[in-house]
């Protein structure tokens, strides 16, 4: 069992950077990949960023370039900087944990990140 805990969120103003803290409990072992999603304005959720813990990360192309994913395993952690953001970045931020074969083993609940123009 894996529980996320998301921080970091808040008011910013365009071209502002701020950090995001994911922070996970429980079977830290069964993590083989962690990730950011924005709830955007459709059902689904989409992806941010993501890192395997082997240090292989992807990024969405609309945030490539101005957001930094990053993994302390001692910690239990995952952080997510964004630099330069721009008011379409307004969102609510959700981190996520899968497994080896790619099973999501849980969500956070997310953080409200707002940004003004």
């Known amino acids: 069992q894996v529980q996320l805990a998301e921080s970091g969120g808040g008011l910013v103003q365009t071209g502002d950077s701020l950090t995001l803290s994911c922070t996970a409990s429980?079977?830290?072992?069964?993590?083989?990949?962690m990730a950011w999603y924005r709830q955007g304005g459709a059902n689904q959720r989409e992806l941010v960023a993501m890192?395997?813990?082997?240090?292989?990360?992807e990024y969405a192309d609309s945030v490539r370039g101005r957001f930094i994913i990053s993994m302390d395993d001692a910690k239990r952690s995952v952080y997510l900087r964004m630099n330069n953001v721009k008011p379409e970045d307004t969102d609510v931020y959700y981190c996520?944990?899968?497994?080896?074969?790619?099973?999501?083993?849980?969500w956070g609940l997310g953080t409200q990140v707002t940004v003004s123009s």
């Open positions: 996520n944990a899968k497994s080896a074969d790619y099973r999501i083993l849980n």
């Open positions: 429980g079977n830290w072992a069964s993590i083989y990949m």
């Open positions: 890192i395997a813990r082997h240090g292989t990360t």
